[in-house]
């Protein structure tokens, strides 16, 4: 009961589906190496695929006190009789744990990656249905610059896709396979891991048995790295959006507004977002933790880490769906936005002096701070203009710099979208040519 607590069994049934999946890879592999009968591997794999279907429609149920491998091996008895007792032949639970939570980190990273961008290119969407909208710019929380709202979305689009840097490493990291590791050392019978990796959709074999076993942990800590960046760009955003609230140049609708204050509108969604940021870093923290201390090979430590990374993951998936009902629901108020941007022409009208004086730009404001210049009148779209480079909030450069943006985000979404491919055809195939074996155990009687 204390190794497997209502909590892990809930997690084993959740993780499933891709224990099966392993193990399927792992008995074709056995059989086609001779290293268990034929036949029995067809029994195991009939019975296998049968678990799949159950683990996907949420039947295949874990007891307190029992873990997924306790839970097939008992069904396996069940269905294949005697054959069972060669399914986890040349394996050890040491690295098939690894290979299940590499498989499940995969799957996760692309569909959270691919809802990133997706979120990504909707706010070039808005920035460019923005990028004339003028609002003050901020440093310190006070007024600076004039900018757009466009301007404001595109700094966090560019941040997404700085992040991918980071989601893209984790995948490499974890798009190794584990399996014929063993416990740590590898194991006595002559496996071939490399088919075990290809029919798993892994770009390679992990080359040391005991590494393989060792960075369990690891793998998660490199994914959590990921989604607590992400994470923690998107609590800026959300901490403008309150900001900006407070101050009346943005209505948030996403909320319930006040239980006591009539017409009220409080930016209920925004404050959630900017707070998942401490679940995910929580996470990280949680598994850096357990991990620090802890020598090579296995330890039942390394299990602090399967909560931490399906719930950073999912943190990470609550935060990317706040963040599009944000964008439906946040409406920017342009007339209070122009208003305040007026108060942060000082550096535009002072750039303007020192390019009508053709002065070094600080003679001219120590000129300002010494009160002994007239300062020429400058409107927020006039400064906007004269910001024209790169990078810049013009409204002709926000266009500029989000097609720029948009090339990046297709180039990003479509390395994903071959990730994605890659796994959905492994297992695929891995699966055809599973039912070619249970078609083999059809007519053969089980062994007890």
Same mark, same amino acid.
């Given at each position: 009961?204390?190794?497997?607590?209502?909590?892990?069994?809930?997690?084993?049934?959740?993780?499933? !589906?891709?224990?099966?999946?392993?193990?399927?890879?792992?008995?074709?592999?056995?059989?086609?190496?001779?290293?268990?009968?034929?036949?029995?591997?067809?029994?195991?794999?009939?019975?296998?695929?049968?678990?799949?279907?159950?683990?996907?429609?949420? *039947?295949?149920?874990?007891?307190?006190?029992?873990?997924?491998?306790?839970?097939?091996?008992?069904?396996?008895?069940?269905?294949?009789?005697?054959?069972?007792?060669?399914?986890?032949?040349?394996? %050890?639970?040491?690295?098939?744990?690894?290979?299940?939570?590499?498989?499940?980190?995969?799957?996760?990273?692309?569909?959270?990656?691919? *809802?990133?961008?997706?979120?990504?290119?909707?706010?070039?969407?808005?920035?460019?249905?923005?990028?004339?909208?003028?609002?003050?710019?901020?440093?310190?929380?006070?007024?600076?610059?004039?900018?757009?709202?466009?301007?404001?979305?595109?700094?966090?689009?560019?941040?997404?896709?700085?992040?991918?840097?980071?989601?893209?490493?984790?995948?490499?990291?974890?798009?190794?396979?584990?399996?014929?590791?063993?416990? %740590?050392?590898?194991?006595?019978?002559?496996?071939? *891991?490399?088919?075990?990796?290809?029919?798993?959709?892994?770009?390679?074999?992990?080359?040391?048995?005991?590494?393989?076993?060792?960075?369990?942990?690891?793998?998660?800590?490199?994914?959590?790295?990921?989604?607590?960046?992400?994470?923690?760009?998107?609590?800026?955003?959300?901490?403008?959006?309150?900001?900006?609230?407070?101050?009346?140049?943005? !209505?948030?609708?996403?909320?319930?507004?006040?239980?006591?204050?009539?017409?009220?509108?409080?930016?209920?969604?925004?404050?959630?977002?900017?707070?998942? %940021?401490?679940?995910?870093?929580?996470?990280?923290?949680?598994?850096?933790?357990?991990?620090?201390?802890?020598?090579?090979?296995?330890?039942?430590?390394?299990? !602090?880490?399967?909560?931490?990374?399906?719930?950073?993951?999912?943190?990470?998936?609550?935060?990317?769906?706040?963040?599009?009902?944000?964008?439906?629901?946040?409406?920017?108020?342009?007339?209070?936005?122009?208003?305040?941007?007026?108060?942060?022409?000082?550096?535009?009208?002072?750039?303007?002096?020192?390019?009508?004086?053709?002065?070094?730009?600080?003679?001219?404001?120590?000129?300002?701070?010494?009160?002994?210049?007239?300062?020429?009148?400058?409107?927020?779209? !006039?400064?906007?203009?004269?910001?024209?480079?790169?990078?810049?909030?013009?409204?002709?450069?926000?266009?500029?710099?989000?097609?720029?943006?948009?090339?990046?985000?297709?180039?990003?979404?479509?390395?994903?979208?071959?990730?994605?491919?890659?796994?959905?055809?492994?297992?695929?195939?891995?699966?055809?040519?599973?039912?070619?074996?249970?078609?083999?155990?059809?007519?053969?009687?089980? *062994?007890?």
């Amino acid at each position: 009961m204390l190794i497997v607590d209502e909590e892990q069994a809930e997690l084993e049934e959740e993780l499933a !589906e891709y224990y099966i999946l392993d193990t399927i890879a792992h008995n074709i592999m056995l059989a086609e190496r001779g290293i268990i009968p034929e036949q029995d591997a067809a029994r195991v794999i009939k019975a296998l695929l049968a678990l799949l279907e159950e683990a996907r429609g949420g *039947r295949l149920k874990v007891k307190v006190g029992m873990d997924i491998h306790q839970v097939v091996e008992a069904k396996l008895r069940e269905a294949a009789g005697a054959s069972s007792l060669w399914f986890h032949q040349a394996r %050890s639970r040491n690295d098939e744990v690894a290979a299940r939570m590499r498989i499940y980190i995969r799957h996760k990273l692309v569909s959270l990656a691919l *809802r990133a961008l997706s979120c990504c290119a909707e706010m070039l969407d808005l920035s460019e249905k923005y990028c004339s909208l003028v609002m003050p710019g901020y440093t310190h929380q006070m007024p600076s610059m004039p900018m757009t709202f466009g301007f404001w979305l595109q700094c966090y689009a560019e941040g997404i896709l700085d992040t991918m840097e980071l989601a893209k490493a984790a995948y490499k990291a974890a798009d190794k396979c584990p399996l014929g590791a063993g416990a %740590s050392q590898g194991v006595y019978w002559p496996i071939d *891991r490399e088919l075990t990796s290809r029919l798993l959709g892994f770009s390679k074999p992990v080359l040391n048995s005991l590494y393989a076993v060792t960075s369990r942990g690891h793998i998660e800590l490199y994914a959590a790295s990921w989604a607590s960046a992400l994470a923690l760009l998107l609590s800026r955003l959300a901490e403008d959006l309150v900001n900006w609230s407070s101050l009346g140049l943005v !209505e948030v609708k996403a909320g319930e507004g006040s239980s006591i204050i009539p017409a009220k509108l409080n930016p209920d969604v925004a404050e959630l977002l900017r707070a998942a %940021s401490a679940r995910t870093l929580a996470c990280y923290t949680h598994m850096y933790t357990a991990l620090k201390s802890l020598p090579s090979g296995y330890q039942r430590d390394s299990r !602090e880490t399967k909560k931490p990374i399906v719930d950073c993951f999912k943190a990470l998936e609550y935060s990317l769906k706040a963040l599009s009902a944000l964008f439906r629901s946040a409406r920017p108020l342009p007339e209070e936005m122009y208003t305040r941007a007026q108060s942060c022409m000082l550096a535009a009208k002072a750039a303007k002096l020192a390019r009508q004086l053709n002065k070094p730009y600080a003679e001219v404001k120590k000129l300002i701070e010494e009160g002994e210049a007239s300062l020429p009148e400058v409107d927020p779209g !006039e400064a906007l203009e004269m910001q024209d480079h790169l990078g810049s909030p013009k409204p002709a450069r926000v266009l500029e710099t989000a097609r720029e943006l948009r090339k990046a985000v297709q180039q990003e979404a479509s390395w994903w979208h071959a990730r994605e491919r890659g796994m959905l055809e492994a297992e695929r195939d891995l699966i055809e040519r599973a039912k070619l074996y249970a078609q083999r155990a059809a007519e053969a009687s089980p *062994r007890w």
